[in-house]
């Protein structure tokens, strides 16, 4: 009798110690708290994305490349990808975070208008290991950015909109942003997914901005934690919003926004 109770009793602990892990790791990912930043829809954003009686308007219409079934590296998804080109058709000047394939470049450059400049950084295959991580950031985090960084032939490349694209090649905590100053109307961050790089390349992001202008982040998600979390941290400071059905967070500027900072409207060209 004492031994089927002392198993009985090993099997309780081994039952709930299983339980406990389990239910740390769905609070990690999210699934038992609601998420700190408000969901909603897409015209939220921006009023083009209205659809009218008839669903989207031609307003929306974009030169698209979709990614269907195939799998991307550190691609957005087709949803993430149309939204990005919209908001290309009625701007300037683009900055990107994180160029991986240049997918996301060689569209906005295919729907700027005439003059429009997309202006992309990212990390030349040879220094990886020149990165900036810190003990805090997540070591997968880490192992994606290096492996996303291995591209010396981009999507643009040869293209008939090549012309329009600035590639900068280096590590986003050692880019000088002072020159790029509310310079651009889009930013899209989507470099490293280490938290400390995400703070990095948000604090450059909100000083590169101009007044009006939007800045969005890709994976925000709780399977990507350091972008999570500095997300929410930011939450606590600024207006945020998550788009619905996508991954994507965004922030808007204030027009009336007259902070003293330099506004370069003529960012630094040539490729670097």
Not at 104 to 121: D, F, H, I, K, Q
Request: glycine share 8%; with cysteine; hydrophobic share 40%.
């Amino acid at each position: 009798m004492t031994l089927i109770i002392l198993a009985l009793g090993l099997l309780l602990a081994v039952v709930t110690r299983q339980w406990l892990v389990l239910r740390a790791r769905e609070r990690q990912r999210g699934i038992l708290r609601r998420w700190p930043i408000p969901r909603a829809p897409v015209e939220q954003l921006d009023p083009v994305f209205r659809p009218d009686e008839l669903g989207a308007t031609l307003a929306v219409e974009v030169e698209f490349v979709g990614r269907g079934t195939i799998a991307v590296p550190g691609g957005t998804t087709d949803t993430e990808a149309w939204i990005l080109a919209v908001l290309a058709k009625r701007a300037r000047r683009m900055f990107e975070f994180g160029t991986c394939t240049g997918k996301t470049s060689y569209m906005w450059a295919r729907n700027l208008p005439e003059g429009g400049t997309v202006t992309t950084l990212t990390l030349a295959p040879g220094q990886a290991d020149a990165s900036r991580h810190t003990g805090e950031d997540d070591p997968e985090a880490v192992r994606y950015a290096k492996a996303e960084s291995r591209f010396t032939r981009f999507l643009y490349s040869g293209t008939g909109v090549e012309d329009r694209i600035t590639q900068l090649y280096g590590d986003s905590k050692a880019f000088d942003d002072a020159p790029h100053a509310g310079a651009h109307d889009v930013i899209f961050v989507d470099g490293s997914h280490a938290y400390s790089y995400v703070v990095s390349d948000t604090a450059k992001a909100l000083r590169m901005i101009c007044p009006g202008g939007l800045v969005l982040w890709h994976d925000y998600s709780p399977e990507c934690p350091g972008v999570f979390r500095a997300l929410n941290e930011l939450a606590t400071r600024l207006p945020l919003i998550l788009l619905q059905g996508t991954t994507l967070v965004a922030y808007r500027r204030p027009a009336s926004d007259l902070e003293s900072v330099p506004r370069n409207r003529q960012p630094p060209e040539g490729k670097q």
